[in-house]
Antibody, heavy 120, light 108 residues
Framework: QVHLVESGGGVVQPGRSLRLSCAASGFTFRNYGMHWVRQAPGKGLEWVAV????????YYADSVKGRFTISRDNSKNTLYLQMNSLRGEDTAVYYC?????????????WGQGTLVTVSS | DILLTQSPGTLSLSPGERATLSCRAI???????LAWYQQKPGQAPRLLIYGASSRAAGIPDRFSGSGSGTDFTLTISRLEPEDFAVYYCQQHGYSPWTFGQGTKVEIK
């Protein structure tokens, strides 16, 4: 079955960087778009970024544009989120999620999430 | 950005009752691009409904979705104890992808 496992979260100081990974299994990774979604403590869901099945299209939320970069390695079935210039408001659980399609499908599988805490 | 507004914010009901959750978009969206998710405390969201009315794999038929244009509804016909959770609508057809703020269905 489909498994998505995030890693790389932790406590980081404001202004520093962190890279999240999402290891995928149980499906043909290279055929599907992939997303990052975050949830601040006690808050709702916020979409962060998406990458198309082949990496040719990427879109970002305005709140992270220019600071975060989404990428993927289809040979390793892994999704990444490089987060630079981190701010306190980036504190959240970060989920990776599989798109049902190449880019504009609903999110049919989610990882368990990894917590990022930005604090001095 | 396509703002999605969910109502009510909280729904207090008893097991066995019917739950009706609303999601309203600031502009018309294709039904193909409207989804509903369920999230329980400490868990990742789970896809319930895609394409406004199609149930995802393994979702019981007490969950149904309807609507078009700017108004969409998630209905739970008879609440089971495991259905008390937070529900989010989402549009996934236009960048940026957006979620509603959520409706909490709590036990009365």
């Amino acid at each position: 079955q489909v498994h998505l496992v995030e890693s790389g979260g932790g406590v980081v100081q404001p202004g520093r960087s962190l890279r999240l990974s999402c290891a995928a299994s149980g499906f043909t990774f290279r055929n599907y778009g992939m997303h990052w979604v975050r949830q601040a403590p006690g808050k709702g869901l916020e979409w962060v970024a998406v990458i198309s099945y082949d990496g040719s299209d990427k879109y970002y939320a305005d709140s992270v544009k220019g600071r975060f970069t989404i990428s993927r390695d289809n040979s390793k079935n892994t999704l990444y989120l490089q987060m630079n210039s981190l701010r306190g408001e980036d504190t959240a659980v970060y989920y990776c999620a599989k798109d049902r399609w190449e880019l504009h499908g609903a999110f049919d599988y989610w990882g368990q999430g990894t917590l990022v805490t930005v604090s001095s | 950005d396509i703002l999605l507004t969910q109502s009510p914010g909280t729904l207090s009901l008893s097991p066995g009752e019917r739950a009706t959750l609303s999601c309203r978009a600031i502009q018309s969206i294709s039904s193909n691009y409207l989804a509903w998710y369920q999230q329980k405390p400490g868990q990742a969201p789970r896809l319930l409904i895609y394409g406004a009315s199609s149930r995802a794999a393994g979702i019981p038929d007490r969950f149904s979705g309807s609507g078009s244009g700017t108004d969409f509804t998630l209905t739970i016909s008879r609440l089971e104890p495991e259905d008390f959770a937070v529900y989010y609508c989402q549009q996934h057809g236009y960048s940026p992808w957006t979620f509603g703020q959520g409706t909490k269905v709590e036990i009365k």
